[in-house]
């Protein structure tokens, strides 16, 4: 059993100092991700003497070693594995939370991205009641199947909405898309050839950078973490490619937790377009704008 981190900050120096716990963990954050000094001072445009004090300090404060270091070659500890994730989306939250572009809203978090390029993206998380009343027979059917099934993904009770999910796994450097179905709103959206073609690929693959990516990795984390559901509606600014006009997307997104047949964590993604706007500040004629293309069209 690993012996659990004791993170408080113990260490007189850092009392009364977030903006140097911030660099510190710039410091761990940019050294995990290059394993390599001279990278990262030059990433950071710091000194080599700055970043090994703030790695000492950060290891002596958390009380474990976050590197192993071998005549100069920089690999994480176990516990520098785990401590990563956590530190890059505390940066990630507040460099959005700075620029007013992440808060909470009845305590469900919202977060938003926009494109000097035109292309946007806002999602806030919804109460599970919101299944239920968002009025789509997918989504009510998709959670109650999960249910019967008690997360196993290859359960025959998760058949009658296998065409309409996109399955994750976790890799070690985020979650990779390992299935589309042929009738998914995200096929429907794309074209099946498209879509298909998106197995294989990172969560992490988004337009945004680092910050919209560790943002947009955090409902996977949570869902893999407690193995249960989550809501959250999207809004996209979006073109289908480069030169074409920009179209709006506004659909409702069920996560939930599954295991693979060799128990092994997995998410799958259960999308149907919006009936209603639950995006705070986001004007209801938007749906108005929605192509009829991204619609998804579910029987039993």
Request: proline share 4%; glycine share 6%; with cysteine.
């Amino acid at each position: 059993m690993n012996k659990p981190v004791d993170i408080k900050l113990r260490d007189a120096v850092l009392r009364g100092s977030p903006a140097l716990l911030h660099e510190m963990m710039r410091s761990f954050t940019t050294l995990a991700r290059t394993l390599n000094l001279s990278q990262a001072v030059e990433q950071l445009g710091s000194t080599r003497q700055t970043v090994r004090r703030h790695i000492n300090q950060l290891e002596e404060a958390m009380q474990v070693r976050l590197f192993d270091v071998q005549q100069r070659r920089y690999t994480l500890t176990p516990e520098g594995t785990r401590a990563v994730a956590p530190a890059q989306m505390l940066l990630d939250q507040g460099e959005v939370w700075f620029r007013g572009a992440f808060d909470s809203v009845g305590g469900m978090l919202r977060f938003s991205h926009n494109d000097p390029r035109g292309w946007k993206y806002h999602q806030q998380e919804q109460p599970m009641s919101s299944v239920w009343t968002c009025r789509s027979k997918l989504l009510r059917t998709a959670l109650q199947a999960w249910s019967r099934s008690e997360g196993h993904l290859e359960s025959p009770e998760l058949a009658v909405v296998r065409p309409y999910i996109l399955a994750y796994r976790e890799i070690a450097d985020g979650w990779i898309c390992t299935e589309v179905g042929e009738a998914s709103y995200y096929s429907n959206w794309f074209g099946w050839a498209q879509a298909r073609s998106s197995v294989g690929r990172r969560l992490s693959q988004f337009q945004g950078g680092q910050e919209f990516a560790s943002l947009a990795n955090g409902p996977f984390q949570a869902i893999k973490n407690n193995h249960g559901v989550r809501m959250d509606q999207v809004f996209m600014k979006m073109q289908m490619a480069e030169g074409e006009p920009f179209h709006h997307l506004v659909f409702d997104r069920l996560l939930m937790g599954v295991r693979m047949p060799d128990e092994s964590p997995a998410i799958i993604s259960v999308v149907d377009a919006a009936c209603k706007i639950r995006i705070l500040d986001l004007d209801e004629a938007i749906l108005d704008d929605v192509p009829e293309r991204s619609r998804v069209d579910f029987t039993l």
